[in-house]
């Protein structure tokens, strides 16, 4: 079993609509959640990261931790087309914070379609 | 131009040649970071460094080298490569190990 799963997608949502990107954990005491963007080509970049069990809002962007269920997700409202890229769950395991060994999943591809 | 640079940005090589990636950032961020990145796998970390003269290894640091003799600097060896080093490098920097972490451009490796 992975140690972060993601649906490799591609997820197609039509413009403007809500987008839901998921990823479960396997690392009970995992401390740290992060979300990052990354265009065909180009080098990650962070969105979000979460410590917090709940919702915590940037922008469009909402992400959401489970520790309990062992997943976090990330929510995009009002999708565009500019949002299409892959996105990439990171978690650090339980001995660190911040973003030490980061273990990242495959990514999930989203498409916005206009 | 400040923040992190790799080079080169992409490197052909023959299996069992040594091959040396750059990374370079001018923030003077304490952490480094190296990654590889191959479909199927996600990024990978390898190594990472926490100040300068400080190493420690990934998930994946068999066959790499690195050191950090200054803190802008932090190269990755690829002591004798072999085709499973084929892979897009990532270097990466932080101020701290509570703060984000920024990406360099990638280094597109392949080995042949």
């Known amino acids: 079993q992975k140690e972060v799963e993601q649906n490799s997608g591609p997820l197609s949502v039509p413009e403007g609509a809500i987008a839901s990107l998921n990823c479960t954990y396997s690392d009970r005491g995992s401390q740290s959640f992060f979300w990052y963007r990354q265009y065909s080509g180009k080098s990650p970049e962070l969105i979000m990261f979460?410590?917090?069990?709940g919702d915590k809002e940037d922008g469009r962007f909402t992400a959401q931790l489970n520790k309990a269920s062992q997943y976090v997700s990330l929510l995009i409202r009002d999708s565009q087309p500019s949002d299409s890229a892959t996105y990439l769950c990171a978690v650090n395991p339980r001995e660190n914070t911040g973003f030490q060994k980061l273990v990242f999943g495959t990514g999930t591809r989203l498409l916005v379609s206009p | 131009d400040a923040g992190i640079t790799q080079s080169p940005r992409y490197k052909i090589t023959e299996t069992g040649r040594q091959v040396t990636l750059m990374c370079h950032q001018t923030w003077s961020h304490s952490y480094m970071f190296w990654y590889r990145q191959d479909l199927g796998h996600g990024l990978r970390l390898i190594y990472y460094s926490a100040a300068a003269d400080i190493t420690d290894k990934g998930e994946v640091p068999d066959g790499y080298v690195v050191s950090r003799s200054k803190t802008e600097n932090f190269p990755l060896t690829l002591e004798s490569a072999t085709r499973s080093q084929t892979s897009v490098y990532f270097c990466?920097?932080?101020?701290?190990?509570?703060?984000?972490?920024?990406f360099g451009q990638g280094t597109r490796l392949t080995v042949v």
């Open positions: 990466a920097s932080s101020e701290s190990k509570n703060t984000e972490a920024f």
């Open positions: 979460i410590y917090s069990n």
